[in-house]
């Protein structure tokens, strides 16, 4: 089953607004990430959240985690035109045997900001 | 320390041909997994590999397609008898070990033509 679900599907702002994208999930989680993807390139690792960790800042970015709800939220401070690019949640999950994870991402929410 | 490599970039391949993609995780990493990207989609999970073996491949096809890691030189993707489906970009990811941050390669974008 889909683990990440990202929310909204797309989210058209200005520039200098703030952007807010959020993740459901459905299973328990060793950790959560976020992943963002200009178009047509690779993925570009944002920021990482434990499973024992609330809240993390980095930059203009600040990623909450309530593990309660299963779900996260990436905040985007003061966007920028640069910011225009698809949002990726990913969860790692502990597989049964062996003590490895597996990393499934969402569908993404596509960000454009307006000049 | 280089980033995850993979090659070719850009492959195209007729109906029937064999698709073979390269990852060079990064070093010190040992964890691969592989992902399939269609157009204005997510990222759907294939495999995942450690050295020599194959953790999970529940993603992964059961015809057609293979993943091997093995203990010297990169991890394969191999598409045998391609069709115009395969049509994707495939991206791998590689970490150190668990709880942590996946690199991911700037892809390979297969063309079946």
């Known amino acids: 089953s889909q683990q990440g679900e990202e929310d909204p599907q797309a989210l058209s702002i200005q520039e200098g607004e703030n952007a807010t994208m959020n993740c459901s999930y459905k299973t328990s989680i060793n950790n959560l990430q976020w992943y963002r993807q200009n178009s047509g390139r690779g993925l570009v690792h944002l920021i990482l959240i434990r499973s024992n960790e609330r809240e993390k800042h980095s930059g203009r970015l600040r990623v909450t985690l309530d593990t309660s709800k299963k779900s996260s939220s990436l905040l985007i401070t003061a966007s920028r035109a640069a910011d225009t690019a698809s949002y990726f949640c990913a969860t790692a999950a502990r597989l049964n045997s062996g003590g490895y994870q597996k990393v499934t991402f969402g569908t993404g929410t596509k960000l454009q900001v307006i000049p | 320390n280089a980033g995850v490599m993979q090659n070719p970039r850009h492959l195209v391949r007729r109906r029937g041909q064999e698709a073979r993609l390269r990852c060079s995780p990064m070093?010190?990493?040992?964890?691969v997994y592989w992902y399939r990207q269609l157009p204005e989609e997510g990222l759907k999970f294939m495999v995942y590999l450690q050295k020599e073996n194959i953790i999970d491949e529940s993603g992964m096809p059961k015809e057609r397609f293979s993943a091997e890691f093995p203990k010297e030189g990169p991890s394969i993707l191999r598409i045998q008898q391609v069709v115009r489906g395969d049509s994707a970009a495939y991206f791998c990811a590689s970490s150190p070990h668990i709880n942590t941050e996946a690199f991911f390669g700037q892809g390979t974008r297969l063309t079946v033509v």
């Open positions: 070093k010190g990493h040992s964890h």
